[in-house]
């Protein structure tokens, strides 16, 4: 089944403690996106990755890195947690950047807590 | 900067009638505009993309349009149940970015 990958669902941690959320897709999928939905706010775009080793910002990259070592993985990592990180996370994915039309997918969502 | 509008930001509907979500947009150098919904708990499912060069999108009972002069577009959903109860976002892409509208949150009552 084609699908986005997103682990885990729920985090709890506190402020200062590095953590990483995982992504994966299965669609051989050479665009990934990070983003991070807020109550009255949306969701914003954090990074994005057009290919393996090419990542770029989004509207609110600050507090937050990626990488893109595989075409299938996009990990996006909090160095250094602050409660102001406290949201739902999407990844999404598609054949393509999406300036070529083409549909996005999205993973279940990861919803952290920052204490 | 892109700003991406829905209104009404909630939408209650008994079962059966035909319903327009709207979105409004302030650049109209897109590449697209993408409809989603969003289930509670659940990620993001694309529903219909329009290219920019095109006026309209179809799907089952959905259909989306698009006016890049006025900066708007519309999803409309005909004969609504209530399992198109959700929230529905538009979302525009323009240059290797995505933003978002915040969304209408549709009721559809049996």
């Known amino acids: 089944e084609a699908q986005v990958t997103q682990n885990p669902r729920y985090l709890i941690t506190v402020t200062g403690k590095k953590l990483t959320v995982t992504c994966s897709q299965n669609?051989?999928?050479?665009?990934m996106s990070w983003y991070r939905q807020d109550p009255g706010l949306g969701l914003r775009q954090i990074y994005y990755s057009m290919n393996v080793e090419v990542t770029d910002k989004g509207d609110v990259p600050e507090g937050y890195k990626v990488s893109r070592k595989e075409k299938r993985n996009f990990p996006l990592i909090l160095e250094s947690p602050s409660p102001n990180q406290t949201s739902l996370y999407f990844c999404?994915?598609?054949?393509?950047?999406?300036?070529?039309?083409?549909?996005?997918?999205f993973g279940s969502g990861t919803q952290l807590s920052v204490l | 900067k892109q700003e991406v509008t829905q209104i009404p930001a909630a939408l209650s509907v008994p079962e059966g009638e035909n319903l327009v979500l709207n979105c409004s947009f302030t650049?109209?150098?897109?590449?697209?505009l993408q409809w989603f919904r969003q289930d509670p708990g659940k990620g993001l499912t694309s529903l219909l993309l329009?290219?920019?060069?095109?006026r309209e999108q179809t799907s089952g009972r959905l259909n989306a349009s698009l006016d890049k002069s006025s900066g708007r577009s519309t999803l409309y959903i005909a004969a609504s149940q209530p399992g198109d109860s959700a929230t529905y976002l538009c979302a525009i892409t323009g240059f290797q970015k995505l933003v978002f509208g915040t969304g209408t949150r549709l009721l559809v009552s049996p």
């Open positions: 669609m051989n999928h050479e665009y």
């Open positions: 329009i290219q920019s060069s095109q």
């Open positions: 999404a994915s598609s054949s393509s950047n999406t300036d070529r039309n083409e549909k996005l997918f």
């Open positions: 650049d109209s150098a897109i590449y697209n």
